[in-house]
T-cell receptor, first 112, second 113 residues
Framework: DAGVIQSPRHEVTEMGQEVTLRCKPI?????LFWYRQTMMRGLELLIY????????DSGMPEDRFSAKMPNASFSTLKIQPSEPRDSAVYFC??????????FGPGTRLTVT | TQLLEQSPQFLSIQEGENLTVYCNSS?????LQWYRQEPGEGPVLLVT???GGEVKKLKRLTFQFGDARKDSSLHITAAQPGDTGLYLC?????????????WGLGTSLAVNP
């Protein structure tokens, strides 16, 4: 069975551009999580969905960030406009229990 | 302030050595997870500990949950280069009817051949 799928794996963009990250969770998992990882702050939870409904978005940095989950097999994280401080690795994870999580390979975002 | 404090932050050892890394908190947890993250990949769940004093073994890795459920340790016997990676601990905090994971900053382990 395929794990969590993320695309793209790498994204390089210029400041001010819109960035869209995509995630396909493991089939049957009802929770989906978006994380950001940096050396300074470690792994930070941005938002999580349960049964496609956003439950906690308190980790979303500001209005420039938005996330959607239109169905059980797809989610997007959008940054508009992007800034250099958004450069990080963004992970999507899914879970059946809500606690034990399965991570995708991540998207390394560089904003110049 | 980190809810979960991991130590040491960095560790570089030679192949064959033993090591222990720690995850500590002043709070009591219902459960705690350990993950390993290899370079360029996402974290992978290793184990969940639930009961105070619990010890779980995964080949050369031994996980222990403190009696008071405030701390945990991971001991690796005869480390190998394949053990290189970032070791993260995480715990679930209840938020209403849902739970979300809180993460430590991790211990970055390098095992040199």
């Amino acid at each position: 069975d395929a794990g969590v799928i993320q695309s793209p794996r790498h994204e390089v963009t210029e400041m001010g551009q819109e960035v869209t990250l995509r995630c396909k969770p493991i089939s049957g998992h009802n929770s989906l999580f978006w994380y950001r990882q940096t050396m300074m702050r470690g792994l930070e939870l941005l938002i999580y969905f349960n049964n496609n409904v956003p439950i906690d978005d308190s980790g979303m940095p500001e209005d420039r960030f938005s996330a959607k989950m239109p169905n059980a097999s797809f989610s997007t994280l959008k940054i508009q406009p992007s800034e250099p401080r958004d450069s990080a690795v963004y992970f999507c994870a899914s879970s059946f229990t809500g606690v034990e999580q399965y991570f995708g390979p991540g998207t390394r975002l560089t904003v110049t | 302030t980190q809810l979960l404090e991991q130590s040491p932050q960095f560790l570089s050892i030679q192949e064959g050595e033993n090591l222990t890394v720690y995850c500590n908190s002043s709070s009591v947890f219902s459960s705690l997870q350990w993950y390993r993250q290899e370079p360029g990949e996402g974290p992978v769940l290793l184990v969940t500990v639930v009961t105070g004093g619990e010890v779980k073994k995964l080949k050369r890795l031994t996980f222990q949950f403190g009696d008071a459920r405030k701390d945990s340790s991971l001991h690796i016997t005869a480390a190998q280069p394949g053990d290189t990676g970032l070791y993260l601990c995480a715990t679930a905090l209840r938020a209403g009817n849902n739970r979300k994971l809180i993460w430590g900053l991790g211990t970055s382990l390098a095992v040199n051949p």
